[in-house]
């Protein structure tokens, strides 16, 4: 599975229903789901074969036309590593289609249905229950071939430094929440020193201007914050008895980020895979320990929407390291440039407005030519 990143769909896989009648679109969001949980492809890990038996589940588990396949194929391509190409996802899916298979066609459609993780179903009052797929790990071997494939990368914090859009020289906390978070949106932000707590400071956008460094909180075991836009304001958390929360999922306003953290893998593979994926970056930085964390923007409309665009990406997120803890819609996350006591939680990498090319693909900005321009200068 040795091949280029140049996947058509750069942004994590979002998929629309696609307007169909009832029962073909039941089928449709049932393969979906399906696949949703089939291992990812990954580069040096038999990716053929994980996309070829992904392919053969839509067009023959569960008997869909070659059009409809391949959408959801695109959708399932978002969590490869790297993703394949349009002519790939083509051939893969004809070859699916003109491939004799053991089963009959449309055997994941009703009884009798076949589970594709070895084994039979088990049928419950008539219905087929299809074995789990084994939960995914992190596996250190995979995450260091992925990071050989830009081992010409050798200073990888350079490198970033020189790719971000926003320069990361002479920021400070105070003024990368204001390029996450522009006053023109009037957003609410939670800080924390103190994780397990309601807070210590709202960031409001409002008045960003007026907020500065000084401002914010401090502490030796560093600073958090909820990258979710909230309200602000405290509402009765169902999960806990109805306890009041300012930053439970009640109160969040814009299902906007995911986070990205590893505290197993190895700091530089994982920036070296971190530029390599397809997402929409917003930001990297350091903790001020080991583990490096990543905002990635999706723009999710509700928590369903942000499970389901995760979903599909997980499995491939926690097999090159990511914190399966971390992979939730409310987590907390480190605030870029605070201290956490005598190291600095380092920005290294600032794109508010990410496109989804990976960054190892993307040009050197303007910007970094004319701040150097000016370092020469001084």
């Keep these: 599975m040795e091949r280029c990143g140049n996947a058509p769909r750069a942004n994590l896989p979002r998929g629309p229903p696609v307007k169909k009648g009832n029962a073909m679109q039941n089928v449709i969001e049932r393969a979906r789901r399906y696949i949703a949980k089939c291992p990812s492809a990954i580069s040096g890990q038999r990716g053929h074969d994980a996309t070829y038996h992904v392919a053969a589940v839509l067009v023959h588990g569960f008997a869909l036309g070659e059009p409809d396949a391949l959408a959801l194929l695109r959708e399932w391509n978002g969590s490869c590593v790297p993703p394949w190409n349009e002519s790939d996802l083509v051939h893969k899916i004809k070859s699916a289609a003109n491939t004799v298979h053991t089963l009959p066609r449309g055997h ?139 930053r439970s999922e009640e109160a969040i306003t814009a299902w906007r980020y995911a986070v990205l953290e590893s505290d197993e893998a190895d700091a530089n593979d994982w920036l070296r895979c971190l530029v390599q994926m397809p997402f929409r970056i917003a930001s990297i930085c350091e903790s001020g320990g080991r583990s490096i964390h990543a905002l990635v923007r999706l723009d999710a409309a509700s928590k369903a929407d942000w499970d389901r665009l995760m979903l599909p990406v997980k499995p491939m997120l926690i097999t090159l390291g990511a914190d399966r803890g971390a992979l939730t819609a409310v987590r907390l996350s480190r605030l870029p440039q605070a201290m956490r006591g005598e190291r600095c939680q380092r920005l290294l990498y600032l794109n508010p407005q990410p496109s989804g090319v990976p960054i190892f693909q993307q040009p050197i900005p303007p910007a970094f030519y004319s701040q150097k321009s000016e370092a020469i200068k001084t």
């Design 108 to 246: 994941l459609l009703g009884d009798g249905a076949a589970g594709n993780f070895g084994g039979s179903p088990k049928l419950t009052g008539g219905s087929p229950v299809l074995p789990k797929p084994p939960k995914p790990k992190f596996q250190k071997t995979v995450l260091a071939r992925i990071a050989n494939k830009v081992a010409d990368i050798k200073d990888v914090t350079g490198f970033l430094a020189e790719r971000s859009p926003v320069p990361v020289g002479g920021q400070d906390s105070a003024s990368v929440l204001r390029h996450l978070y522009p006053r023109a949106a009037g957003e609410k932000v939670i800080l924390f020193n103190v994780m397990e707590s309601q807070g210590q400071f709202l960031w409001d956008a409002k008045r960003s201007d007026d907020i500065q460094q000084r401002h914010l909180p401090a502490g030796n075991d560093g600073v958090w914050f909820l990258p979710q836009p909230v309200s602000g304001e405290f509402l009765p958390n169902p999960r806990l008895d109805g306890k009041l929360s300012r």
